[in-house]
């Protein structure tokens, strides 16, 4: 490809304390959590709404918030959904057990009314949003950002600030800035995409769903009787060995995520493009599917299709630390740790094969489950390009391999990393330590104060590091 330089003077905003990059779980928790330490905050998001996948993707369920005997989130995403219960914003029949003592049980919720709830976080607590604003490039003096490129409707811009979280999912600011990063494509293979949707005039009260442990009895045959049936009648353009299921989220609505888009290239925007177009075709047959096989939908109807692609995994940074699949295995602990998990470990089919789709299937249900009580540590080192001094990730891009990946990339392990990057952020603005050098103590003492779920016993200065 042919190369053209463009040289031109932009307008520099310098009244910032911290940039965060992208408004999704994780950089909404960013942010507001920042703000709220008293850092003035400037949050840019490319689209219109705040929560990304769980919102503008149409990804309407939580990961688990507990291991079976206790809850592992606190802070700033305990605080998020107990006020979503408070308020009716969850599905129709989660109760706090959902989160409390419930066993990998995912948690519905209503996207529309969590866009809401998180421009009255960052209202509230005064973090500037900027909405359809990307980031596309960053000014950067040996291992410290001095400057984020931003384009919106006025143009171009040069935002400074002290101190900077990429959560961006897909690691834009680390990747312009010139950290090292893993590809998935290069480096593993492709996890396929989902477009997810929202359809209404589903019948919850139908028998099915009111009898016979509900409506998870309904999603078992969904995927174990009407997708093969639907599969043998050649009912899909190309079949389909996994749908999650739909979740109930209104009276007569529901969510689906639902939908396999192979081999696509969450870097490559023509990738993304074919991506869409497919998807709306898939929700079609979906839709039908459901009016065809599935009790209570005789009436359904496709009400929208997500405006983003639910990618699962793009670039992931070379941090101060790996978390690995061993870590995860043994429920390892760390000092530096700023949140705990457990969820298995979610890696999608990485083609059509039934062969794939039974691999996926083994781990999400028993291969890769980490037990009842048991959690692994999310360790800070992960959310720290290696040797940067003022930048951060959180959410899908930290430093993970697949498999551990495919259990930590969730929603709700996104908020929690979130509130660890923002508060680190703040931390090393007001004491002047790096970021790759800051002291771990003093951060989970921070957390613990603002309500996090930490158990380590040990405590340590010096973050986890590789070796």
Known sequence: MASHTYTRSIPVEDQYDILVAGGGPAGSAAAVCAARLGAKVLLVEATGCLGGMSTSGLVNTFGPMGDG??????????????????????????TPEYWITHYNRWIPFKPEPLKRLLDEYCVDSGVDIRYFTRLIDADVMGRKVEGAIVSNIEGLHCIKAKAYVDATGDAVLAAASGVECKIAGRDWPFQPATVCSTFSGINWDHPAYTTNRGTDAVREKVKNEYLPQANADGHFTHPDHFIAGMKKVGDVTGNLNGGHIYELDGLSSKSLTEGMIWGRKLAVEYTEFY????????RIELAATSPVMGVRDTRRIVGEFELTYDHYRAARQFPDQVAVYNRPADVHSTNNTKEEFERFMKDMHGATKLERGRCVGIPYSILVPKDWENLWVAGRCHSSETKVHGSIRAQSAAFMMGQAAGTAAVQAIRSGQPACDLDTLALVETLRANGSYLPQEQLSRNMTRAG
């Open 69 to 94: 005997e206790r809850a592992l989130v606190g802070g700033f995403t305990l605080e998020l959904i107990e006020t979503m219960h408070s308020r009716g914003f969850l599905g129709p029949e989660v």
């Open 291 to 298: 009016r065809k096989y599935v009790p209570g939908c005789e």
